[in-house]
């Protein structure tokens, strides 16, 4: 295949050779040897603890007393989801996912009465369909998941027992380390995860491998109120914790040369919409009720396990909608919302705004949304949007369903409290390192507070409505770690690793990252300021309007258009973190299999442009990448000082050396 070298500005030179598309070997970017056997290695739980799975991801299925998954049933749907069985000869769907699995009564009931429904599994096959556009879901990976027992995954459920203890804080408080944060900040400390000189070990007792480590550097600094539950990439830990665009709205003057322009109305207030044709896109949430979490109870936690649909029990607040202010407003962003719906009404901010295209593409839009074309202009990057989403979701069902089955942060919580309990027998060969676990969980205390035992102690309110005999035969539960949840449904129907919305936010926030111009030719990064977008909002306190942020660290000159994409990603990822729903692994390598989707798609979308085209970007983890078209051979991926090869598998066991 020929190669090229493409002249480009001082910061894309290139050190190393890239390797191309053309357009009929449009997926021969990423390397498929060491690639595709990476892409199907798991961290090996499922084999250790057979019998119990402990940490494999069994919801909707029959669970006993102690929540241990019934083996004949769990041995099915494993079988089912390896190998679909979709009809028998008449043409009957047998499939196990088309039915409930679990045919017990449950123990609890709709808080209004009735009884609840089972819910469905939620895409398990969908990773076995072929993709025809951008690299099938088959090529893509992530790293093992951590083993229970490891430094990292206390880390991780530590940090979501933080967050449930924060989840009513608002983010400025967070940032100023008020209001207990100061305490939780020092309990995390303790944890040799989160200590700067520490030295964290793996389940076994081994010192980490790269993937691990790289996952826990979060933009290059230690543990602080600034720092905390911050994305791990350029910009996450710059300014206010939520992106600029989940706030911020623009409404145009009326005379075509301001709408030109982009300039905001002359009033004191921030616009909190923007137009969508003849509408307005709010960029306020229906919150949901303060205080109020789930799964705390045993027996309503144990219904959800059996696939109880307690969705209808969500409660909300009666204030009418707000800013995004705290983590429960963030978790209820992205419990409702369409999975790439942040990312799109950012495409239209820009586009409203008059943010430019990369420099690298051609004319074909301006700072009128209105007058961009149908290949490279605002129409394109819109429908993009869309359609990588779908690429993404499909190549990280294959990760959660056929791959890792990782479980949920719910089940874990209820790991920790059998063994708190005297009741880790139960699960088997997993009982010492889930008693490891529980005892770095500990470690995380200072002074006069204990992450843990604030767990213990927060409140086990029963959501839902309980017979006489509900808690007949359950285990006896004095000190109780199952995790507040901020969903009464808890989790969604699939396992945790990969994330859905992480996946889709690496994808949809890399495409927004390469039609839009987020760094200058000399290199350096856009500002916010530079882009037009010249006041930094947070919420007032309530979150009822927005308020220009008076912090000189918000400064719209500091902040860049690079890094705020970055957050937007990783406050859409995280976000389900402080629902209680994901872990921190989930969101760190799924923006980045992400990431890949969508730069496959965009490569192979030049290898089929006639036109002399580029798009530039930083990477999530601050490589300088170039998808070059328009020439015959097809397209090209140039990455400064790396190589396609490289880069496609960085995070994958294979190159990086992985240890749990």
Known sequence: MPQHIIPSEPWQDLEKPNRGLNRDQCHSSAPTGARDRAAAEHNGEADLFAGTWPTSFSKGLRHDENGIVDVQVYTEFLEEVADPTCTDNQGNRLTLFDTPAYSGPFRTAPSAGGEFRWRAWEGPILGHRLGFNGLDAGGLGIAPAPRLGSDEL????????????????????????????????????????????????????????????????????????????????????????????????????????????????????????????????????????????????????????????????QAFETCGPKFIETPRDLATYVHFDSIYQAFFNACLLMLGRGIQADDGLPEVWNSRAEDGGAHWGGSHALSMLAETATRAMRAVRRQTFQVHNRARPEKLGSVATLVANGHGAVLGAAEPFAAAHLEKLESAACEDFSLVEAIAAAPATKRFAHNAVSHKGLPQIDRNLLLPVAYPEGSPMQPSYGAAHGAVAGACATLLKAFFRTHALDGSRVTLAEAGMERVFV??????????????????????????????????????????VHFYSDYFDSIRMGERVAVGILAEQMANFRGAAKMSLETFDGDRLNIVGGRSCGSEIHIVNSTPELWWTRHLPEQAGWAG
């Open 154 to 313: 206390a880390a991780e459920m530590a940090e979501l027992y933080a967050m449930a203890c924060l989840r009513d804080v608002s983010f400025e408080t967070i940032r100023d380390g008020a209001e207990g944060t100061d305490k939780v900040l020092g309990a995390l400390g303790r944890l040799e995860w989160f200590r700067k000189d520490g030295f964290p070990k793996d389940a076994s007792g081994a010192e980490i491998g790269k993937v691990p480590a790289a996952r826990r550097v979060r933009d290059g600094e230690g543990l602080s109120s600034r720092t905390l539950f911050r994305g791990s990439s350029q910009g996450c830990s710059d300014g206010p914790y939520v992106s600029q665009f989940l706030l911020q709205g623009y409404d145009p003057l009326t005379s075509d040369a301001a709408h030109v322009q982009g300039r905001w109305l002359a009033n004191t207030t921030a616009p909190r919409a923007m137009p969508f044709g003849s509408f307005r896109v709010d960029q306020r949430v229906a919150p949901q009720a303060v205080g109020v979490d789930y799964l705390r109870d045993w027996a309503e936690w144990l219904d959800v396990q059996n696939g109880a649909d307690a969705t209808g029990e």
């Open 539 to 580: 919420p007032a306190p309530g979150g009822m309007k927005l308020v220009e942020s008076v912090r000189p660290e918000d400064s719209a000159a500091k902040l860049t258009l690079n890094g705020e994409l970055n957050k937007l990603a990783a406050n859409i990822a995280i976000g389900r973190n402080f629902a209680g």
